[in-house]
Nanobody, 113 residues
């Protein structure tokens, strides 16, 4: 059974930092990463990292967010710095293999003073 479990969301002031983690089990994924969905908006890619280590960031987070992957532990993290109110969203961890995507339950990130 494939599972992805996120942790690390919460409330932070603008300019602050948060670190999200995702522990995966049940499969080795060719791609892992993070999407987010703000209220009233579509889910959007935040960062993707493939099994070879190639990383793709959304333009809105480039230079502020860092994604990393530990293939041995099957985990992925998202370090978020210089957070802005527009980063407020539910963040979802995902893993994909053979064109099938699996999702975590989501973790809320709220950036507000």
């Amino acid at each position: 059974q494939v599972q992805l479990v996120e942790s690390g969301g919460g409330l932070v002031q603008p300019g602050g930092s948060l670190r999200l983690s995702c522990a995966a089990s049940g499969s080795i994924f060719s791609h892992m990463g993070w999407y987010r969905q703000a209220p009233g908006k579509q889910r959007e890619l935040v960062a993707d990292i493939n099994i070879g280590g190639t990383i793709n960031y959304a333009g809105s987070v480039k230079g502020r967010f860092t994604v990393s992957r530990d293939s041995a532990k099957n985990t992925i993290t998202l370090q978020m710095n210089s957070l802005k109110p527009e980063d407020t969203a539910v963040y979802y961890c995902y893993g994909s293999v053979t064109n099938i995507a699996y999702w975590g339950q989501g973790t809320q990130v709220t950036v507000s003073s």
